[in-house]
């Protein structure tokens, strides 16, 4: 039954862009990227209960430098500049997880809120490399003999990369560190006394959380071919917050869910971007009040009272499935 | 798993049939549909909703009413782009693959418009009159370029300021940013037409309000004239600034783009003196035909809204487009168009002297000099031309 619904989910997802028009399938390879983005916050945020308003700037971190790479070595295969942009994203990561491991709630969203700008200001200043203001042409992304150079292209490459990720995170749960870390999220107290270092993981999180940015981020460059630092801009880090809540803290299938929502509602918002952050804040507030687990808890508790099962207690969370 | 393989079948199939030969996308018996990313939030959201929604639109409202072109009603869409061009890109290719236009009429802002251009050249769409002055719209086919390109307009300022009033010394202040550096190029290059050279440069970067630094150090390389080539926020700073140090000996000039009632409304009365180029005739006391026009039909349609000259710039556009649709024809086609819109020659606005584009798809060339007295703008020339 499981299996059924994943291979038809698999197929209609391999046959969209025969199927849809041109602009949803560039729409699509958006959601997917938005969707990483969506599953890396979570793995920090659903793990280790730290919210992150600085996602918009491993974003562009990572888009910048899949996109310097692919200018800078023509040629060079998509893959290598996929990992560049997820490596130097995960130092970044890295870097930023240090200090930010003395702080908490609302500190720790200020320190995170204050590096996106600091890398907007970065890429105005470091315009030999960025261009700053005048942006960044993407040249289109090569695989081996192949140019990634329309929608449909693109669109498997985001998929395909997509689909790995997911699968990582959902296979992290049974890793070491994917323990080590949910028993973090459980009790700090009760981690660090059954042998776990505390700030290791955390900083291993943020880490990990930078990395699923970072490969985005240089999927994004090639999807919309064209950076520049008004993108990332503080309102897509609340973006991407907003995506996990409604979606569902610590869930993969609900990143996925919450990003498809609001990417499609951001599109379909398009004459009208001033009203923009007041129905996101609505939605968002929404969902905390009448959703606490977002999509996915909903969709559980319908399925479980649809199979006769008394629902989940509230409050009980399982790792990330 | 039969299904699954005939459905894969299907699918493929269908995708690799190519579609019908179609009429021209965007044009029906009934109706025109035209489209733009423009600024309807961000800091040019003033500019953007005035010269699409009550300027473009003013214009074909006037034209719907007369019968429409060729009996085709034009209708628009435009979504807010916020001056992001990665927002731009992906409102373009809505307006294109979703709502299918039949061209893009008057987008805004140099990065937008240039994050946008190989799209649409790749599919052989018109960019028509886009409100920036960057020469990267130069020399492609399917471009038309909006207001008067920074080139000329450097070369105008250039010749007036050395020619008729015997100026000699200049230094500029400008936004370090496309804008900023493409007029910086293009002064330079001017000046040493004349064997001239800027005796100081100082930049703002994008967003910065405070030029108190850079306004100490032009003020010591002791220029005749000091351009501005910035955003109205920073430009009124500026202005200010100098009253506030008290440098008096010098002449401001302001860039076309600059020249706007906005920014005097800014700086207040250290505006008073200011000089620059204005691309546009008053919109609220020009009695040139087009711009009466102009005003009446803004009674008409939109009697709460002000004259101003981004409306004008957008009506200008519309009549424009209005022009070259009609001269090509009922079969209206994207090559059709961009053929008709090179023919027009010596076009009778009544805003602009008398518009000819020609194979370099420039539509405007002009502007006048200007300077603050009292708080507006007062003509000093005739309309200057860069040919």
Known sequence: MRLLALAIGAAGLLLWPWAAPRYFVFL????????????GLNLLSGYTNQLSFGHAGFLAV?????????TRSPGVPVVVALLAAALVTAAVGLLLGVPCLRLEGLYLAMATLAFGFVVVEAILNLDGLTRGNDGLRVPAARLGPWVLATDTARYYLVLAVGAVMVWAAGNLARTRTGRALLALRESEVAAQASGIHVARYKTLAFAISALYTGVAGGLFAFVVGFLSPDAFDVF??????????????????GSVAGAAVLTVLNDSLAGFQNYRPLIFGAILIASMLFMPGG???????LRTRWAGHPPMAPGSRRGLE | MRVLLALVIAGLTTGATPLPARAQQGVTDAEILLGGSNSFSGPLAFTGEQATRFGVDLYFKA???GGGIHGRKVRTVYYDDGYKPQEAVANTRKLLEQDGVFAIIAPQGTPPVVATLEYLEENRVPLLFPFQGSPITRG????FSGMTLYDRQSRMMIDYLVGARKFGKFATLYQDDEYGKSFLTALEKDLGRH?????????????????SAQMAKLQAARPDVLFLVLTPGPGAQALRERQKIGWSEVVMVSSGPLTDERYLALAGDASEGVEGLSLWPDPLTSDRPGVKRYRDDLKTYLPKNEPNRYSLSGYFAAMLFTEGA??????????GLVVALEGIRGFESGILPPVTIGPDHETQRQGFWVRVERGRFKQLTDWLRAE
């Open chain 1, 28 to 39: 699509a390879s958006l959601i997917v990227v938005n969707a990483i983005v969506a599953i």
């Open chain 1, 62 to 70: 990572g888009a910048y430098t899949a996109a310097i790479v692919a």
């Open chain 1, 236 to 253: 897509l880090s609340v973006d991407f917050v907003a995506m996990i809540i409604l979606g569902g803290l610590g869930s993969v299938p």
């Open chain 1, 295 to 301: 999509i996915a808890s909903a969709v559980r508790r």
């Open chain 2, 63 to 65: 034209v719907n009413d």
């Open chain 2, 140 to 143: 492609r086919k399917w471009v």
């Open chain 2, 195 to 211: 064997g001239l050279k800027l005796v100081a440069t100082e930049s703002v970067k994008r967003g910065v309000t405070d030029v």
């Open chain 2, 326 to 335: 009609t001269r090509a024809g009922r079969r209206l086609t994207r090559e």
